[in-house]
T-cell receptor
């Protein structure tokens, strides 16, 4: 199936640093979602974006829905060790009864204390 | 709220046998549930969309006779891997869409690790 281009693939940072990751698509989406997955667990929703240009924060996390509706980024400020995990972007195009999510390949984040 | 459970959390089965995985929405009703497969260090790949009371819609390349999906109630969907082979070993994750919520409100279960020997 279709996948989004998510970058970077992995990041190694020091505790306290800021992090940025992004996703791009050849198709437009109505909704962009950012998830975090810990090893052996299901994804947990971090931020949902519903409108082009929208900028939304959730604590130290900030995400934006690109104006073209084909991209989104996620920023994490002042990283801490528990931020370690895999971050996935997901796009959703709602048409008819189709609510399918298309996932990026993920960004593996490692935070060194 | 919005908790999705899966059972079992892990299972080991012999090649040629079938295994059933359950996905339950514990505190909401889910008109739609989704089944994903995730291989190590890879993203989630949608296998099928399951609507309560109707046949599941499978993604291209997913064998419907091998991966049987039953969504018999608004809180339960099951995935049965029939005649399992070692290449079916994977992490299977379901998500459920709250019937009261918007299209984006999908909640994921904790996943089921399947190992076929």
């Amino acid at each position: 199936g279709q996948q989004l281009n998510q970058s970077p693939q992995s990041m190694f940072i020091q505790e306290g640093e800021d992090v940025s990751m992004n996703c791009t698509s050849s198709s437009i989406f109505n909704t962009w979602l950012w998830y975090k997955q810990d090893p052996g667990e299901g994804p947990v929703l971090l931020i949902a974006l519903y409108k082009a240009g929208e900028l939304t924060s959730n604590g130290r996390l900030t995400a934006q829905f690109g104006i073209t509706r084909k991209d989104s980024f996620l920023n994490i400020s002042a990283s801490i060790p528990s931020d370690v995990g895999i971050y996935f972007c997901a796009g959703q195009y709602v048409g008819g009864s189709n609510y399918k999510l298309t996932f990026g390949k993920g960004t593996l984040l490692t935070v060194n204390p | 709220g919005a908790v999705v459970s899966q059972h079992p959390s892990w299972v080991i089965c012999k090649s040629g046998t079938s295994v059933k995985i359950e996905c339950r929405s514990l505190d909401f009703q889910a008109t739609t549930m989704f089944w994903y497969r995730q291989f190590p260090k890879q993203s989630l790949m949608l296998m099928a969309t399951s609507n309560e009371g109707s046949k599941a819609t499978y993604e291209q390349g997913v064998e419907k006779d091998k991966f049987l999906i039953n969504h018999a109630s608004l809180t339960l969907s099951t995935l049965t891997v029939t005649s399992a082979h070692p290449e079916d070993s994977s992490f299977y994750i379901c998500s459920a869409r709250d019937r009261r919520g918007g299209p984006y409100e999908q909640y994921f279960g904790p996943g089921t690790r399947l190992t076929v020997t």
